[in-house]
T-cell receptor
Framework: GENVEQHPSTLSVQEGDSAVIKCTYSDSASNYFPWYKQELGKRPQLIID?????GEKKDQRIAVTLNKTAKHFSLHITETQPEDSAVYFC??????????FGTGTRLTIIP | GAVVSQHPSWVICKSGTSVKIECRSLDFQATTMFWYRQFPKQSLMLMAT?????????EQGVEKDKFLINHASLTLSTLTVTSAHPEDSSFYIC??????????FGPGTRLTVL
């Protein structure tokens, strides 16, 4: 089955700087890669996703890159703000199948 | 995104009792429902996949006789934790398959077993 690794497990960034979280996956058949943000006690919220036919996707301050050959994808948050503090999870799946999650990254934005 | 509700949002029960968690898809028909479990400070782990009108498929290590899943209609799936024990205390989250790749999650149910 699919195995997703995520690094780092914790990340502290000065407000206004950029944050990068990286994930690798094992199953070359995976073709869908979402990123979720989870605040304490709440459900994961989808913030951005990318499909295997695309190398990069951007939505305002958030971007995701995908390298299919190397089987890794990354989340980039620019101009970080205190409200970006949360736990972020990457995930991978094949179309319409179950998600396999990474272990999570606790992001702290230092004011 | 898809609108999903879960009930109850939190529950405290005594060891040995059973707890039923309901997951409803409010604005679409979900033929497939994923049930995840998340222990404190850990990631989400898939427990089982249920399909409307058929038996659920459980992930390795998940006891099907302990975690009963019923998906009797296209808008309702239930998870019953039978004979709950403190180690079952967790955050249980459902996620319906919407027909696209995108998966949305219910608000979750926090179960505490005393």
């Amino acid at each position: 089955g699919e195995n997703v690794e995520q690094h780092p497990s914790t990340l502290s960034v000065q407000e206004g700087d950029s944050a990068v979280i990286k994930c690798t996956y094992s199953d070359s058949a995976s073709n869908y890669f979402p990123w979720y943000k989870q605040e304490l006690g709440k459900r994961p919220q989808l913030i951005i996703d990318i499909r295997s036919n695309v190398g990069e996707k951007k939505d305002q301050r958030i971007a995701v890159t995908l390298n299919k050959t190397a089987k890794h994808f990354s989340l980039h948050i620019t101009e970080t703000q205190p409200e970006d503090s949360a736990v972020y999870f990457c995930a991978a799946s094949t179309s319409n199948e179950k998600l396999t999650f990474g272990t999570g990254t606790r992001l702290t934005i230092i004011p | 995104g898809a609108v999903v509700s879960q009930h109850p949002s939190w529950v405290i029960c005594k060891s040995g009792t059973s707890v039923k968690i309901e997951c409803r898809s409010l604005d679409f028909q979900a033929t497939t429902m994923f049930w995840y479990r998340q222990f404190p400070k850990q990631s989400l782990m898939l427990m089982a996949t249920s399909n409307e009108g058929s038996k659920a498929t459980y992930e390795q290590g998940v006891e099907k006789d302990k975690f009963l899943i019923n998906h009797a209609s296209l808008t309702l799936s239930t998870l019953t934790v039978t004979s709950a024990h403190p180690e079952d205390s967790s955050f249980y989250i459902c996620s319906p398959l919407t027909g696209t790749d995108t998966q949305y999650f219910g608000p979750g149910t926090r179960l505490t077993v005393l």
